[in-house]
T-cell receptor, first 111, second 113 residues
């Protein structure tokens, strides 16, 4: 079983739609969780951290479900500029800060 | 402006040649990482260093070597032993102990002639 799993997509949605991605992780002791955004042929950039209480930043909402070992990212009112690959990142904790990256979920927002 | 730089942006390697990818950061971060990304794939860890003069192998270290003589610099050498080096190489830095966010350089795309 892969440590961090994501549906690769692509998710193809019209502008204005709401779209949600999930990411599952296998290590129940994982400590920190992040969503990164990666544009085509560019480096990943931090989108948001995921806290136990959830995290909202404008149109983006991230949530953590420790019992079921998954994190989610919800994008409301999708924009064309949201088209990218979204990477789920999990850090194991226990003194280790080396993150594990999911393969990413591709989002295409069309007019 | 603080950040991470990588050079060159594109690099061409001939058969049997060693090439070195540069990574420099002025964020004063202790930890630095090298990743490889293949098309449609996630990031795979090649090497990491949590402090100057120390580094550890990642998941796919074979055919690669690194050095960490300065806090700011973490160059990666792709040796001739790496038989399939064509990929997008990303360098990242991080401040251990939090926040655990990684900051990435713009990447180097390595192609084999």
């Amino acid at each position: 079983r892969k440590e961090v799993e994501q549906d690769p997509g692509p998710f193809n949605v019209p502008e204005g739609a709401t779209v949600a991605f999930n990411c599952t992780y296998s290590n129940s002791a994982s400590q920190s969780f992040f969503w990164y955004r990666q544009d085509c042929r560019k480096e990943p950039k931090l989108l948001m951290s995921v806290y136990s209480s959830g995290n909202e930043d404008g149109r983006f909402t991230a949530q953590l479900n420790r019992a079921s070992q998954y994190i989610s990212l919800l994008i409301r009112d999708s924009k064309l500029s949201d088209s990218a690959t979204y990477l789920c990142v999990v850090t194991p904790g226990g003194g280790s800060y080396i993150p594990t990256f999911g393969r990413g979920t591709s989002l295409i927002v069309h007019p | 402006d603080g950040g991470i730089t990588q050079s060159p942006k594109y690099l061409f390697r001939k058969e049997g040649q060693n090439v070195t990818l540069s990574c420099e950061q002025n964020l004063n971060h202790d930890a630095m990482y090298w990743y490889r990304q293949d098309p449609g794939q996630g990031l795979r860890l090649i090497y990491y260093s949590q402090i100057v003069n120390d580094f550890q192998k990642g998941d796919i270290a074979e055919g690669y070597s690194v050095s960490r003589e300065k806090k700011e610099s973490f160059p990666l050498t792709v040796t001739s032993a790496q038989k399939n080096p064509t990929a997008f190489y990303l360098c990242a830095s991080q401040m251990p102990g939090g926040p655990e966010t990684q900051y990435f350089g713009p990447g180097t795309r390595l192609l084999v002639l």
